[in-house]
DNA sequence: GACTGACTGGCACTGAGTGCCATACCGGCA
DNA sequence: TGCCGGTATGGCACTCAGTGCCAGTCAGTC
């Protein structure tokens, strides 16, 4: 915590941010499979070694972010009054992070390249399993009581995850001609029709 | 279709089975990720290059059935009576497909590594996704008209098999000690009260 | 000027997965 | 009996992801 910790925090920060910029680029241009490490370490100018100091794994430059997100799901959703309905917790928890990033044409560039790329379709999926992990305890702390409620618990986290995941790929389908949240409740009032958002 | 490749397609049914055995042996003693390929394919007395023809890769001795099985749901979901309820009729198909293996013991340890082992586990997810493209059009077809019938289909699909995805978890980790159909049923009342079973 | 701590590069290694080629087996056919 | 085409096989070399190890560099410190 001194300024020199500080200071190198804020260089690591910014190769991170190199790096990932660097190689999105060679992503979204070459695609994914075919951009190797190597390239990528030439590209931003460090050794491949150096590389997988910053990522653990080349899918971690793209769903990197996913695992930060998770703990901010969990953090807006202990930010919901304690009194609303779990469904609802959710989806305004998930909706509270929305980023509207400007640059649409490339997050859909980026959208399309992850839901068509089976290694990082399953690391993405594999992401969103820790979700549960940040999730589950608030949502089984709002079901309060009863034998069966982690598994209660695992279900609704599991499900609002599944629906946010459809409600991207429709997204992705329709070239964002809609918000995601218009998918995400669509696809909500499939499985649970009866209740209204 | 000729005796000749009849019985080629039964030598190699028999490879296959005895190729799974093996590994799978292996991995239940030394865990998947310790073993490689190079030890499944010395000890079923095959070079490493013919295992790479049989599996495409090591998940694959585990998970390959996974195929079939997406298949098989589909059949089974097209066989239900066509008023069914959705959900009805998918609960239905799956659980006409549950095979009670006999050796409950190995089938948990099974589950055990599956959901323990993170490639695995991704790889198992990347399966279902498949399983998509065979109920989807089906489930769809049931909903009959509407626009976003896609989104729903998926959504209703995804949410199926992700109480599966959860009721497998919670079967693994009870041991075993109620049938999967419990969880199952216990974990789409979490996220469908109004609807039972 | 030695010391510590964090980052870096280079090298060698394992292990998954692929492409290529030579070979062996088996049934059919002249 | 000998040739032929299809299929399975083994071996080799290769790419690429990811890891471990060690030596060097560049702060700031006493």
Chains 1, 2 share one sequence.
Do not use: N
């Not at 779990?86 to 928890?93: G, K, M, N, S, Y």
């Not at 820790?130 to 209660?152: A, C, F, I, T």
């Not at 499939?190 to 209204?196: K, S, Y």
């Amino acid at each position: 915590m001194t300024s020199a910790s500080g200071l190198w925090a804020r260089t690591r920060q910014r190769a991170y941010a190199e790096i990932t910029a660097v190689a999105m680029e060679l992503f979204l241009a070459d695609g994914f499979e075919q951009t190797t490490i190597d390239e990528i370490a030439a590209a931003a100018g460090i050794s491949r070694r150096s590389f997988f100091r910053y990522f653990g794994t080349k899918e971690d430059v793209v769903l990197g972010h996913l695992i930060a997100e998770g703990q901010a799901l969990r953090a807006a959703l202990e930010r919901r009054p304690d009194g609303e309905d779990v469904w609802t917790a959710l989806r305004a928890a998930i909706f509270s992070l929305e980023e509207a990033d400007g640059d649409e044409e490339r997050m859909l560039a980026v959208s399309r390249m992850l839901y068509r790329t089976p290694s990082l379709r399953a690391r993405s999926i594999e992401k969103h399993l820790r979700w549960y992990d940040d999730l589950v305890p608030e949502v089984q702390r709002r079901l309060g009581g009863g034998g069966d409620d982690l598994l209660r618990a695992r279900a609704i986290v599991g499900c609002a995850i599944t629906c946010l995941d459809v409600a991207g790929e429709a997204w992705t389908d329709g070239a964002a001609s809609r918000p995601l949240a218009h998918y995400f409740d669509a696809a909500l009032d499939a499985v649970r029709p009866a209740a209204a958002g």
